[in-house]
């Protein structure tokens, strides 16, 4: 069964800092992973996916994440943190093939301090 | 270009009463997920629709809940009789096939409260 884990539910940085949020995965076949934002009182949209082409994959607003499968890790990185980044992100898996569904993590709420 | 819509947006009811949530999903998409959001436990996928069809509905809780899809532009989620257990947030997502890679499309939610 596939599952995700997400370390730390909240992460504080400053203004121009480094993000980076942590997703570690679970699945018994080569996985799809998504990382989704959600602003407040919004719903979810889609910062970028993995789908098994290059590792390192590049999204919206300067987001990035790399698949390290000897990890099985999909973190989340951003060079320099802005305000409007303040938001909870949620990494979720999905086994493919026929399986249509998504497994998301707990989230990790980001906070940018100025 | 519209969204997913979803209506109302906030919902305070009563334990017992008949709640019914809206969806519109983005024209031409032909999957629709309906999903719970509460601070237990997470995001959960409660049915998956394709072509209108419902090919999953095996994350809905238990049978108060149900959820129909009478045409490509409309689906709903209603829940007979309320409990105050069932207060979250319920989004309804819409995707062009329906195929894991493809992206779902979020509406805004609708924040339920059961008194």
């Known amino acids: 069964a596939q599952s995700v884990t997400q370390l730390g539910s909240h992460v504080s940085v400053s203004e121009g800092a480094l993000v980076l949020l942590r997703c570690n995965y679970s699945s018994s076949v080569p996985p799809y992973l998504f990382w989704y934002v959600q602003y407040p009182n919004q719903g979810l949209q889609l910062l970028l996916k993995y789908t098994s082409a290059a590792t390192l994959v590049k999204g919206i607003n300067g987001f990035e994440a790399e698949f390290k499968k000897s990890e099985t890790s999909f973190h989340l990185t951003k060079p320099s943190a802005h305000m409007s980044d303040a938001a909870e992100y949620f990494c979720?898996?999905?086994?493919?093939?026929?399986?249509?569904?998504?497994?998301f993590g707990k989230g990790t709420l980001l906070t940018v301090n100025p | 270009d519209a969204g997913v819509i979803q209506s109302p947006r906030h919902e305070v009811t009563e334990m017992g009463q008949e709640v019914t949530l809206r969806c519109k999903p983005i024209?031409?998409?032909?999957?629709l997920f309906w999903y719970r959001q509460t601070m237990m436990r997470g995001l959960e996928l409660l049915i998956y629709?394709?072509?209108?069809?419902?090919?999953?509905d095996s994350g809905m809780p238990e049978d108060r809940f149900s959820a129909k899809m009478p045409n490509a532009s409309f689906s709903t989620l209603k829940i007979q009789p309320s409990e105050p257990r069932d207060s979250a947030v319920y989004f309804c997502a819409s995707s062009l096939l329906g195929q894991v890679t493809d992206t779902q499309y979020f509406g805004p939610g609708t924040r339920l409260t059961v008194l």
């Open positions: 979720a898996v999905s086994e493919g093939g026929s399986n249509y569904k998504l497994t």
């Open positions: 024209s031409g998409h032909n999957s």
């Open positions: 629709f394709n072509n209108n069809v419902p090919i999953d």
